[in-house]
């Protein structure tokens, strides 16, 4: 049978070493780098000057009370004062004025101005008149505009002024008939569109925010293209100026506006409504054939510089007439009176002998009060009187139809047109009363109309034509710098028995 056993152990001795040898690592690291830093600069600036220093002249006033210098005084005394009273009546300095700018010889082009292949239709500048303000649309559009315009600016004092770039570009809902910037705040423009829109615009706005207002279309406003936009200040209670718009349109209504509302955020509210039927005018001033009871359609408008409350207004029948916001209560910002409570008044106090075709364009005279210009598609400008029936002077310019008319800003007796043939004319009356000074045209606008011109007190001129085209003119010193007898020849010109006809 089987059973367990026990043995005895048996040793095996181990082969491994007693004591354990330590050979040196081997890295595969690189060597440690070694770096140093270095200054290349100086710790020592040094400065030197290159100017001159100002050198101040001490004034030393001789102490002598002595008899020698009271002796001279009363010897040459008698000579001296003689020689004053010689200078006091001489004429050898009439007519000299001294010029503290460099003179401008030549009129030319200083900048060609384009954007979009719509026509330039209105062109005006800001308060500051270093900014450029083109309005675009067509001026053959005749059904309503389903089209959008565009108001662009260049600002002409900036060095990076790119020609075909403009520094800012806002859309309208429809084509642009008529601009106005703001006089005071030169960032503000009132812009009259072709749908009867009127849109409150802020270019100092973010790009897309400009617009910061546009009027209702309500049935009491314009329903037809806007022709002529205007700022109107006047005092309210608290002795400060408030601002009004003044528009006028192809639907005969003459209407002012609120800019700002209660809160005084910028806004549009309608102030005052006039409305000009043919019916209440005189037959001898409508011109052309209107319609019993219609609206006349107005073109343009212009206020006089003296009376505040007188206007003139041209029409589409070659009617002028003058306007007086006398009837109506006094502008105010004080007062709100809902639209439909706002009485349709005729403002039409006086007519003027009518051209024979639409009139585009009216200026009052900012050196006379009683003087403006008209300007027709019959091919004449027209010197008037408020007070007078027929025209003071005809200047029949025979280089087709005349679009704008513009008194100068700084010459009491200089003028400029704009005509179909892309030509301005430009009369200065003190040197003839029957040709004109100079016509400038328009290069590469291969005979394009000049729809709008607008002068700035800088001595520059904005031409905008029929195919988007803005041209910036400067003139030269003759055109800028008046005479000495200048505007007294106007005030002569102006006289009740200086009647004439060129």
């Known amino acids: 049978m089987f059973s367990d056993q026990a043995p005895p152990p048996t040793h095996i001795p181990s082969t491994w070493q007693k004591k354990t040898s330590v050979s040196n690592a081997v890295s595969c690291q690189t060597s440690q780098v070694l770096t140093d830093n270095g200054s290349s600069q100086t710790n020592e600036p040094s400065h030197a000057w290159t100017q001159t220093e100002e050198e101040i002249e001490e004034l030393i006033v001789a102490d002598d009370d002595g008899p020698e210098i009271l002796d001279f005084l009363l010897r040459i005394e008698e000579d001296v004062c003689a020689q004053l009273r010689r200078n006091a009546t001489s004429h050898a300095f009439n007519g000299y004025e001294v010029c503290w700018e460099d003179e401008v010889k030549d009129v030319n082009i200083k900048h060609k101005l384009s954007h979009d292949q719509l026509e330039c239709s209105a062109v005006c500048w800001n308060s500051s008149g270093s900014l450029v ?9 005749e059904a309503f505009c389903e089209e959008k315009g565009f108001v662009c600016t260049w600002n002409i004092d900036r060095s990076t002024l790119n020609e075909n770039r403009p520094d800012k570009v806002i859309e309208t809902a429809s084509y642009v008939t008529s601009m106005a910037a703001h006089p005071k705040v030169p960032s503000l423009l009132a812009v009259g569109t072709f749908n009867g829109q009127l849109c409150l615009i802020d270019m100092a706005q973010q790009n897309g925010q400009e617009t910061v207002a546009v009027s209702v279309s309500d049935g009491y406003s314009h329903t037809e293209p806007i022709n002529s936009v205007s700022w109107v200040a006047r005092r309210n209670m608290r002795e400060k100026d408030v601002f009004f718009l003044f528009t006028i349109g192809g639907d005969g209504k003459i209407l002012i506006w609120h800019t700002e509302t209660k809160k005084r955020k910028p806004g549009l509210e309608l102030a005052i409504r006039f409305i000009v039927h043919t019916s209440d005018l005189p037959r001898y001033a409508l011109g052309g054939t209107p319609g019993m009871h219609v609206e006349l359609g107005l073109t343009c408008a212009s206020f006089s510089h003296e009376d505040e409350n007188t206007f003139i207004v041209g029409s589409e029948t070659g009617g002028v007439f003058r306007c007086s916001l006398n009837k109506v209560p006094m502008l105010s910002g004080d007062q709100r009176v809902p639209p439909n409570e706002l009485a349709e008044m005729n ?3 006086f007519g003027y002998q009518p051209h024979k075709g639409p009139v585009y364009g009216v200026s009052c005279s900012p050196y006379h009060r009683n003087l403006f210009l008209t300007a ?36 009491p007796m200089v003028f400029y047109t704009s005509t179909s043939q892309g030509k301005i004319i430009i009369y200065d009356l003190h040197q003839s009363k029957t040709r004109s000074t100079m016509i400038l045209e328009e290069e590469a606008s291969n005979g394009s109309p000049i729809y709008s011109l607008a002068l700035n007190s800088r001595g520059y001129l904005l031409s905008g034509n029929g195919m988007g085209g803005t041209y910036v003119w400067r003139l030269n010193s003759q055109l800028q710098n008046p005479d000495v007898d200048e505007l007294p020849a106007l005030h002569a010109m102006a006289a009740l028995d200086d009647v004439n006809s060129v």
């Open 133 to 141: 303000i083109v309005g675009y649309g067509r001026n053959n559009t």
């Open 347 to 349: 403002p039409v106090a």
């Open 376 to 411: 027709s598609t019959d091919g004449c400008v027209r010197l008037n009187s408020l007070i007078e029936v027929a025209p003071l002077y005809i200047f029949e310019t025979e280089m087709g139809y005349l679009f704008d008319v513009c008194w100068s800003t700084s010459r």
